[in-house]
């Protein structure tokens, strides 16, 4: 099996492909060695059985792993060092391992690991567009990638991460003609998103992770000097640019908000085109939030259902979007809510 332990995104985890869908699945937490759920390994074929309780519930898949894992560049850097399969046909990378938010674990997001790949030494500081453009151009033709997301680090308080991006996409369109999705805060300067857009960024992703200025302030001193207000200012300039449904946000449900607040501040997304995209927290190992539990599936079967009902209203449909997470959708079941 393959998991992918630490970095950005979806740490811990494994891919396994349930049905139709590909789920990512949290394997190295505290909270996945208590769970009722195990899974056999897998046969020759990739399948395995999953288990609760002892009792056989599921067949299911592994994603097999990924062939441009077995490549390098010229000056001897391991693909898979420059980007991850995510899923079963996403190609997901932090371009900038580095953050001004990390230095100090004071202002850092206390869920973030991005220092942690990087200290590891599973990863590299910064993947240069041309480094980029050859990955993805492997991953798409030996692997069936469809769509590439770019995340990240901040590395400055004024473009906050969205100069990096434009370099980092257009080095992949150089290469190949795969959509992509950038990740950062919101730059300073609105004038940016036009410049993503004509770097060749389809979708935008500018993430509040939670909604409650006080929950905010605890989980991510430094990320919640940007106020939520200035994300939906953010907000509504990058949808005159990239579209409606094609500006998301993540939220991480468990950090604290309360359903209502999740559920208010979704509602004001939907209504100004932005895909709100919710997934359960997940802990991450290494990190101060390590031992903060995940939100009860009775919170997320609160929340879920009714926020797919808001996005389906609003013609926000996870299909609909051009590439990133929201269209992924591995990491929250919101996209089986849609109508
Ligand atoms: S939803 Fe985003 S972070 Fe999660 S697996 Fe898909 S691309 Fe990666």
């Given at each position: 099996?393959?998991?992918r332990k630490?970095g950005a ?13 590909t ?11 208590t769970s009722?759920?195990e899974a056999?390994?897998?046969g020759?074929?990739?399948s395995?059985?999953?288990l609760r309780d002892?009792?056989?519930v599921?067949?299911i898949?592994?994603?097999r792993q990924a062939?441009f894992y077995a490549?390098?560049t010229?000056d001897?850097?391991?693909?898979w060092?420059i980007?991850?399969?995510?899923s079963s ?9 580095n953050?001004i938010?990390y ?5 850092s997001?206390?869920f ?19 480094h980029l453009?050859?990955v993805?151009?492997?991953a798409?033709l ?11 680090g901040?590395p400055?308080?004024?473009?906050r991460g969205?100069?990096?991006?434009c370099?980092s996409?257009r080095g992949?369109?150089?290469?190949v003609?795969l ?11 609105h004038?940016?998103f036009?410049?993503l ?6 979708t935008?992703?500018m ?7 006080e929950?905010?302030?605890?989980i991510?001193?430094?990320k919640a000097?940007?106020p939520v207000?200035?994300y939906?200012?953010?907000f ?11 500006v998301s ?7 604290g908000d309360t359903?209502?607040?999740i559920l208010e501040t ?6 100004s ?6 997934v ?5 190992s290494?990190t ?11 919170f ?7 926020i797919g009902?808001?996005?389906s209203r609003a ?7 051009k590439?990133?997470?929201g269209?992924?959708?591995a990491c929250s ?5 849609e109508?």
């Amino acid at each position: 099996m393959n998991a992918r332990k630490g970095g950005a995104g979806p740490t811990d985890h494994k891919a396994i492909t349930i049905g139709a869908r590909t789920v990512m699945v949290p394997v190295h937490t505290g909270t996945a060695k208590t769970s009722p759920f195990e899974a056999t390994g897998p046969g020759l074929d990739g399948s395995a059985m999953l288990l609760r309780d002892g009792v056989l519930v599921a067949s299911i898949k592994y994603p097999r792993q990924a062939r441009f894992y077995a490549l390098q560049t010229f000056d001897g850097i391991p693909y898979w060092k420059i980007a991850q399969l995510h899923s079963s046909d996403v190609l997901a990378t932090t371009v900038l391992q580095n953050c001004i938010r990390y230095a100090d674990r004071a202002t850092s997001c206390q869920f973030c690991a991005i220092g942690q790949s990087l200290a590891e030494n599973r990863t590299i500081a910064h993947k240069t567009p041309e480094h980029l453009g050859e990955v993805a151009r492997a991953a798409m033709l030996l692997d069936g990638v469809k769509h590439v997301v770019l995340t990240t680090g901040t590395p400055n308080v004024i473009d906050r991460g969205a100069a990096v991006l434009c370099e980092s996409a257009r080095g992949i369109r150089a290469a190949v003609d795969l959509a992509i999705q950038g990740q950062c805060e919101p730059p300073r300067d609105h004038g940016w998103f036009q410049k993503l857009r004509d770097a060749g960024i389809d979708t935008l992703g500018m993430h509040l992770e939670a909604v409650t200025p006080e929950i905010r302030a605890r989980i991510m001193p430094g990320k919640a000097t940007v106020p939520v207000e200035r994300y939906f200012d953010a907000f509504e300039s990058a949808i005159h640019v990239f579209g409606w449904g094609q500006v998301s946000t993540y939220i991480l449900a468990g950090l604290g908000d309360t359903a209502a607040a999740i559920l208010e501040t979704c509602e004001r997304l939907v209504t100004s085109g932005v895909y709100p995209f919710v997934v359960p927290f997940v802990p991450v190992s290494g990190t101060p939030l390590a031992n903060h539990p995940p939100p009860s599936p009775e919170f997320m079967r609160e929340i879920l259902p009714k926020i797919g009902r808001m996005v389906s209203r609003a013609g926000l449909r996870s299909a609909d979007i051009k590439a990133g997470c929201g269209k992924c959708g591995a990491c929250s079941a919101l996209a089986s809510y849609e109508a």
